[in-house]
């Protein structure tokens, strides 16, 4: 019978983080919604046939085919339930924090298992990717578990058959999982040669045919998708990607990585006067087995197509935290260790990363809710499958205009604002262009939702509420009281020159520069605003809207906008000037209704994602 007093102190303590991470997987569980990736799977689910389901949902997706069919057989089940889609990944990132504990101390002791285990529950990094429905934690999991069946081959030198065959198994199943998950099993196989001894050469390459052997029914799909491009909307990788990783991984805190890498110098310190030449070869091994994804990733996604993220380093990151925690614990003293890690992760984890406001916010939601209102225009960047996602969850058919679908230009954008009749507009993540336009023909704001990863703006055409969306506009001065049916057709004219010094409050607000123009519907000559940024006598930026891009076809009237955002730097907001005039090459004839700019607050979070969030 079990008995609470036989648990050994370590086992304690185990069980303290484990409670831990569950508390912090499931706060709030139920209120979280999903996020963009999990509604993006979610929409395959719903294809009438197998084969349409597996060729547009599964090959088209580029992800292996485990967690999607893993996912519609819960969807058939449990039906669009957050709470019950997710579950199965929450549990699989809970097992994974007891994995990184053995893992821990079979390669070195029980101590370092504990101390890798209690970084890995507290960190944004494992809590995020370990609870969302896609392939991180699956992958994960059966990522550490091979590692654990590895070590009982190479390190603890066990022959069993049955440890082979069950290496051949997780193998494969890495490779229906998640691709960089197979990168890692690829890997591990491949150090194992080198620990590899001529007993059990046999059974290895044995292991290695069952992975195969099980893996070929994917093979087709393996190479289908190994011939499509990557992520179009994803960057390369640069210089600074592993800095910006390291200071995720440890939440954005300074303090947490700085205290982490002074006690890791000490251990490494204390472990000098104690060489051991098989812990050195162990921690060789750990850090080759993180390093080969990236450098895979990051060499594909330079001179192939980009695919590199945080999230595909997952695979690998218990071997680089088992590598930075193996120096410490070595006098069995790691009470302090363990407490100072809990509370360092958990406050910054609230106080660096926001993360229980954060994280259940969820602007697609809220921008799909304010869509059932009557009479709104709906104007998003989301692809038209997330709104059909949202009109079956509500029950409603509210109409939904993509910008990257069905208005795919700005002059399309116009067009359509020009030609509504709606007395609401309801706006995500829209450029700054396209929100100070909208706010020309939907003058009042009711709703700025601003956050991380996320823009969200109600704007209407009702008096009653006279918020503005700028801080600061005014009339540029060289119009003041001018006539509105003057006529101008000058190469170069208008040309304004302002100070912003003492009117930005902030780095990352946005100045728009807007002139209304009236023209001949059938000219098709180019009138173009030039805006012109300088600090100093450097030129920064050079903007110009013109008439050929925003002018609706058919229509006489428009407005060309400039948006410029300010940098973060320290010095962005100092000695900077704003120019700018109307270039009319063709010398177009034309009138100038208005003509004025702006400042308002822009949204210094709004591309932060996994970066540092501003205050």
Known sequence: MFKLKSLTTDQWFLAGIILVTTILRFWRF????????????????????????????????????????????????????????????????ILCVYQVYKFGKEWFSSSIGLISAAFFSVIQYTIYQGVVARPYSPGLLISLLLIRVWTSIFISKNKDWKLFVTYGILLSLLGYIHYFALLFGAAISLIGLFWLKKDIIVKFLSAGLIAFVMYIPHLNTFFYQLNTRGLEWLNEPDATFLQNYLMYIFNHSNLFLGSVILGTFYFIIQSFKQFVPLEFKKRITLLVLFFIP?????????????????????????????????????????????????????????????????????????FFTFCKEPNTLNVGRYEPVFADFYKKRFQNDFQYYSLDDDCTTVKEFQELLQSSNHEKLIMANLFPREIALAHKYFPVIEVQNQGNGYENFVFSKQKKNLRSLYYTQKDLPLLKGHNTKT??????????????????????????????????????????????????????????ANTEELKPDGSYKCFLINSYSIPFEEDSLSNLTVKGYLWNPGKTTFKVKNYEYGIRKGNKNRFADFEKLRN
Request: charged share 15%.
């Open 30 to 93: 139920w209120e979280f919604d999903y996020v963009h990736d999990e509604i993006s799977a979610l929409t395959r689910m719903e294809y009438s046939s197998w084969s349409d389901f597996y060729h547009f949902g599964v090959e088209l997706d580029g992800h292996p085919a485990g967690v999607h069919l893993f996912i519609k057989l819960l969807y058939s089940i449990v039906g669009d339930t957050p709470f019950l889609i997710r579950l199965p990944f929450s549990i699989f990132s």
């Open 294 to 366: 990236y450098v895979v990733g990051y060499y594909y996604s330079i001179h192939v197509s980009p695919v590199l993220q945080y999230s595909l380093l997952i695979f690998g990151f218990p071997c680089l935290l088992i590598f930075i925690f193996s120096f410490w614990g070595k006098n069995g003293k790691h009470l302090i260790s363990l407490l100072g890690i809990t509370i360092l992760g958990i406050t910054t984890l609230i106080t660096e990363r926001n993360h229980f406001n954060w994280f259940y916010k969820n602007p697609m939601e809220t």
């Open 487 to 544: 006529t101008f057709n000058k190469v170069y004219q208008l040309n304004f020159e302002l100070s912003f010094d003492s009117l930005i409050r902030q780095s990352h607000d946005i100045i728009d520069v807007c002139v209304e123009l009236e023209l001949d519907t059938l000219n098709t000559s180019k009138v173009i605003l030039v805006t012109e940024v300088e600090q100093g006598d450097q030129k920064i930026k050079w903007l110009g």
